[in-house]
């Protein structure tokens, strides 16, 4: 059996998840989580085989927690069922460890497929994503979006600030100085040519990434 943890803040969705996953003869809901957090302790008590993850979540985002989830655990899947279309996360997020990128409106049949795929240590590459990995394949650094340009923890720290976090609550919330979130702050900002942080909240907006 394939043990499956599921971390959505929508009760009505893990619902639907788990009940559709137990019409599967190979497939068990072993755990749940509303956030972030929660699933970090799920992570640390073991016994799951697989992480099926929501990315807007309260207290901590999917997107903190598959790097908090990718530093305890580096070998388990960790598959993102998100409401923002591919190509605002998919390939961030695939660099940044998970092992599939899935959208909400997909029918349940491919989560199952892509839930036994990472399982076997596979990534789960949809056709969109296939496509969006190839464009990035075929173009220089100049023509990918800026913000796939940042390492995983600026990625962390472009989405706090996007979402108007403060460089204090950040500092406390990821572990890290205030002097090291600053450095990271100006990394993003020269990477992504911006100069304040409503400059990165509007391109984050515009570009899908916060909502």
Do not use: W
């Not at 009760?11 to 989580?33: C, H, N, P, T, Y």
């Not at 903190?64 to 305890?72: S, T």
């Not at 029918?107 to 990035?136: F, M, N, S």
């Not at 340009?149 to 962390?156: D, G, I």
């Amino acid at each position: 059996m394939i043990r499956i943890a599921i971390i959505d803040d929508h009760a009505i969705v893990r619902a639907g998840l788990k009940q559709f996953f137990s019409e599967q003869v190979d497939l068990v809901v072993v755990a749940e989580a509303a956030n972030g957090r929660d699933a970090i302790d799920i992570v640390r008590k073991g016994d799951v085989d697989v992480i099926l993850m929501d990315l807007s979540m309260p207290d901590q985002s999917g997107v903190d927690a598959l790097a908090a989830i990718k530093a305890r655990a580096p070998d388990l899947p960790v598959l993102i069922l998100s409401g923002f279309p591919e190509e605002h996360y998919a390939t961030t997020l695939l660099r940044q460890g998970a092992s599939g990128y899935l959208n909400k409106e997909c029918d349940p049949e491919e989560i199952v497929k892509a839930i036994r795929t990472v399982y076997r240590g596979r990534k789960y590459i949809t056709a969109g994503v296939a496509e969006l990995l190839a464009d990035g394949l075929g173009g220089g650094s100049a023509d990918r979006p800026a913000h796939e340009q940042l390492s995983e923890r600026e990625f962390q720290v472009f989405l706090r600030l996007a979402k108007g976090e403060t460089i204090g609550h950040m500092a406390n919330s990821m572990s890290l100085s205030v002097k090291t979130v600053s450095t990271y702050r100006t990394r993003v900002m020269e990477k992504m040519k911006l100069e304040s942080n409503s400059d990165l909240t509007y391109y984050a907006l515009k570009n899908g990434l916060i909502q």
